[in-house]
C-alpha cells in the first residue's frame, strides 16, 4: 500500500492519521460505512425530492390537486374516460373514481373521492408532512434544549419548576394533548399580542406538534447537563468565574450537540407520525390542502374500491419513517465513540 | 263557534282507516324469529321524552304511545295522524284552545300497571319536570307551561292539563290555537308512561311502555333487546300493530363497513348508518333486491350568516346560490338515485311546496344549470369580492367533500375561502353559536313533523335565533319582520284552514329562497339495505322503517 506521493504507508502511519482526524471526521467516515444508514439516507432524500417537484409534476400533469374535478374527462389510449365512473349496472348507485393508470403525468395513482389526482395530492401532501415534520422538529429541538441546558445547569428551584412543567406536559397521553390543543385553535387560530397565526396556518399544527415533544427532548439533555454539571472543566470554568451562559454556550453546548444530532431523524420520524394522526383526524392541515394524513382519511371512504388512495401515503409514511429510523441510528452509532465500527484495514 | 279545520280532519281521518285485511293472515305465517338490527353507536339516553335522535325516535315506535300517533303506514298515509291510548281523535273547543280525550280502557304498561289518566297527566308534567328539549318549543304553547318552564320541578301545569279518572277524561288547554298541536302530542317526547316513572333523566334504564314490544335489556356499549310485551293486546293497527319478530335485537359497535358484510352474509337484517360510499355500486348491483330507496322530508344546505360580512349583503349570499353546482353536490352524495338538486327551503311533496327555483340558468321552477357570471357580478355589485370566508363543515366523508367543493366555488366568484372540518359531535352547536362567528357552514335539517313552519319558522324565523347560544337553530341569524308576521299569519290561519295556510307557505317560502339566508343544496333519499329474509318493508315518512312490521321467517 502506498500513498499519494507513492511513499509505503505503514501501520505507524495510519494510526497517526486516525489519531489526527477530528470527532466529526470519525463519524462522518463510521456512517459512510454503514450501508444501511446511507441506503436510508438515499431513500429519504428520494422521498424528499420528490416531494419537492410536487408544483412541477401537477403542472406537467396539467392538474389542480386542490380542486373538485367531479365532471373531468381523461384520454387513455386514446379512449375518453370519465374521471369518475357512475355506476350504470342496476340502480345505477354510486360513483367511482377512476383507479390507477400507471402512466405517469395522467392520474398515474387514479383519483380520489373528488376526482383529483392521487399522486399530485400525494407529492404536495408529502411536501406539507415534512415541512411541519421540519419545523416542528427544529422547535422542540430548540426549546427542548433550552429548557433542558437552563434546568440542569442551574438546579435547584430552576430545575425543580422547569422539571415539574415537563413532568406535567408528559403526564397527558401525546395524542390526547395534541388532539385537545388542534381542536381548540382550529376553529380560530391563535393570537397572542401581535403573534397572530390563522386557523388554517400550517404553523399551528407546527407548533402543536412541536410543544408536545418537547420533554422528549428536554429531560435526557437536563440528564447529559447534570453530569455535566459535575465534570472537572466546568467546575474549573466556575471556579475560575467564568459566567454561567458562557459555560453553558461554550462548553456545555457544544458537548450536547451529538445528542441533538441523533435527535434529529429520530423526531423527524416522530412528528412525521404525529402530523399524519392529527391530519387523518382532521386537526392537523386543513382541507383542500394536502398531508399524507388527509389523503388517507380522504382514502378510508374509498377502501372497498380504490385502495390505493389510502394504501399510497401509508406506504410513504412507512418509508420514510423507516428510513429516518434506520438512519439515525446509524448517526447514533457513528457519533458514538465506543462504537466499534471498523475504519479501515488495520 | 268556528267550524274548526281541526275537526274536520280528525272526522276524515277516522273515515279513511281501513284495517289491512291480510295482516291477521301475514302474522299467522310469518310471526316469529329474531330481527338483527346494527349500528355503530347506540342513540344516547333511553328516556323517550328527553331522546331526539331519529335512531330512537325510529325504535320507540313499536315501544311506546302517546294519545295520538302517526300512522303506522308507509307512503303519504304516514302522515296520518291517528287515535292510540285516546279512543279517538280529540273534541276541539273553545276556539281551538280546548282538546277532550278519552282513553281507552284496559291497556296496561309492560311491567303490569293499568294506564290511567294519572299516568297521561303526570307525563305532561314530566316533559316540563326533566326540562325536555321541546318542553319550551312544542309544548309551551299549553296553560300553565310558561310556570313549569320557570320552575320544572314543582311543574303542575294547573289548568293545561287535567284529567278525571272516573270518566277518564283528560283536557288539554293551550293558550292560543295550534294548527300543529296533534303532530307534537304524536311524537316520542309526549308519549305516556308511568305515573311513579323519576322525574329525571333515566339513561340506561328502560320505561315501561304500552307498545307491542318492550326494552328488556341494553347496554349502550353493546346493544338493545326489544321482546314482545306480554300485557300488550293490539286495539289499534294503525296505531299500535302488532309486530312480527318476537325479538329484535340491536347490536352497537361494528362499523358501517363491517355492517354491510354482516348484512349481506345474512348474519344481520339491516343497519341504521347511511351505506359507505364506496360500497354503493357494488350493493346496487349484486343486492338490488335487497335495497330500498325511501323519500325523506329534509334539506342539505349551507346555511349563510346574514350579520357577518359578506354575507351580511343579500347579493353576495345570492352570488353563491347562483354559483353551487347542485349537480355536483348530488354526485357527492351518490348520485341522482340518492338526492335531487334543490334552490329552495320545503323538500318537495311536503306541505306548502310548489316547485321554485331563482338561482339557476333559466329561473323558473326547477335547478338547471349554475350561473357562474351572474354570481361574478353580484359578487362585484356587492362591494365583497377578494373577503375571506370560513366554511364549517363535519368530518364525514360527505360534509368535508361538499365543503371542498363549496370552497372552490367561493374562490371561483372571488372569495378567498378556506374549509374547516369539525367533529361532527359538536359541528352543529358550534355553527348555531354566533360567539363562534361563523360565515358559512353545511348542515341538515330532518322534519320533526310534516308542516312547512318546522322548516321556515324553525330555521328562519326570529324568535329561533339565539345570541350566543348553542341552541340557535336559525344558524343564519335570518331575521326578516315581515317574513315573520307573514308565518305568524300562516300558523294562525292554520287553524282553521290549513290549505289556505299552505298557500301562504308557499309565498313564504319563495320570499325567504329570495333572501338566501341560506343555500339550499339537495333533498337525500334513505337508502335501505336489508338480508334476504326480511319480508314486508314498509317506510313510514315520519319515522322510517316500520321495523316490526317486517318478518324474517
Known sequence: MTNSEGTPVTTEVVALQRRTRGPWALAFVKLRRNKAAMASLAVFLLIVLACLSAPLYARWAGVDPFTSTLDAVIQIDGVDVPVMEQSTEGLGLGYTPIGPTWRLGNYFLGADGQGRDVMARLLYGGLNSLRIAGAATIFTLIFGTAIGLVAGYFGGLVDTMLSRFLDVLWAFPIYLLAISLSIVTIAHGIAIGPIVIESGSLWLPIIIIGIVYVPYVARPIRGHVLSLRNSEFVLAAINLGVPGSRILWRDILPNITTTLIVFVPLMLALNMLTESALSFLSIGVQPPAASWGTIIQDGQALLYTRPVVALAPGIAIAISVMALNVFGDGLRDALDPRSKVRLGRE | MKKLLLTATAAVLLAGMGLAPAQADYLKEHRGGTMRLLARAAAGTLDPHINYTDQAWQIYQPVYDGLVKFRQADGKDGFQIVADLAEALPEVSNDGKTFTFKLRKGIKFSDGQDVGVKDVVASFQRIFKISGPTSGSFYANIVGADKCLADPKSCTLAGGVTGDEATGTITINLTKPDA???????????????????????????????????????????????????????????????????????????????????I?????????????????????????????????????????????????????????????????????????????????????????????????????????????????????????????????VEDTAVSRSIGVYLQSVLTSIGYVADVKPISSNIQFTYIQNT???????????????????????????????????????????????????????????????????????????????????????????????????????????????????????
Open chain 2, 435 to 553: 360567539n363562534n362567528k361563523v360565515q358559512m357552514s353545511v348542515s341538515q335539517w330532518y322534519k320533526d313533523y310534516p308542516a312547512a313552519s318546522d322548516f321556515l319558522n324553525i330555521l328562519f324565523g326570529c324568535s329561533s335565533f339565539r345570541e350566543g347560544s348553542d341552541a340557535s337553530v336559525n344558524i343564519s341569524g335570518f331575521c326578516d319582520k315581515d317574513i315573520d308576521a307573514k308565518m305568524q299569519k300562516a300558523l294562525d290561519l292554520g287553524v282553521t284552514d290549513q290549505a289556505a295556510a299552505d298557500k301562504q307557505w308557499a309565498e313564504i317560502d319563495r320570499e325567504v329562497t329570495d333572501k338566501a339566508p341560506a343555500v339550499g343544496l339537495f333533498t337525500p333519499k334513505r337508502l335501505d339495505f336489508v338480508s334476504k329474509r326480511v319480508g314486508n318493508f314498509k317506510f313510514n315518512p315520519q319515522y322510517d322503517w316500520i321495523v316490526t312490521q317486517s318478518w324474517v321467517q
Open chain 2, 180 to 262: 300543529e298541536f296533534f303532530y307534537k302530542l304524536a311524537l316520542p317526547h309526549a308519549v305516556v308512561l308511568p305515573a311513579n316513572t323519576p322525574a329525571e333523566d333515566m339513561g340506561s334504564k328502560p320505561i315501561p311502555g304500552t307498545g307491542a314490544y318492550m326494552i328488556s335489556a341494553f347496554d349502550p356499549n353493546k346493544g338493545m333487546t326489544l321482546s314482545r310485551n306480554p300485557n300488550f293486546k293490539q286495539w289499534s293497527e294503525e296505531a299500535q300493530p302488532d309486530g312480527y319478530p318476537d325479538v329484535v335485537q340491536y347490536d352497537f359497535g361494528l362499523s358501517e363497513e363491517a355492517a354491510v358484510t354482516a
Open chain 2, 264 to 392: 349481506q352474509n345474512g348474519e344481520a337484517d339491516w343497519m341504521f348508518d347511511p351505506l359507505p360510499s364506496d360500497r354503493l355500486a357494488e350493493l346496487g348491483t349484486k343486492y338490488r333486491d335487497q335495497l330500498h330507496i325511501s323519500p325523506l322530508s329534509a334539506w342539505w344546505y349551507a346555511p349563510l350568516n346574514t350579520r357577518l360580512p359578506p354575507f351580511d349583503n343579500i347579493k353576495a349570499r345570492q352570488a353563491v346560490a347562483y354559483a353551487v353546482d347542485r349537480n355536483t353536490l348530488v354526485k357527492l352524495f351518490g348520485g341522482k338515485v340518492l338526492a335531487s338538486p334543490v334552490c329552495q327551503v320545503l323538500p318537495p311533496d311536503f306541505p306548502g311546496h310548489e316547485d321554485y327555483c331563482p338561482y339557476t340558468k333559466n329561473p323558473g321552477a326547477k335547478w338547471s344549470a349554475p350561473d357562474l357570471d351572474k354570481a361574478k357580478q353580484l359578487v362585484e355589485e356587492s362591494g365583497t369580492k377578494g373577503q375571506k370566508v370560513t366554511i364549517i
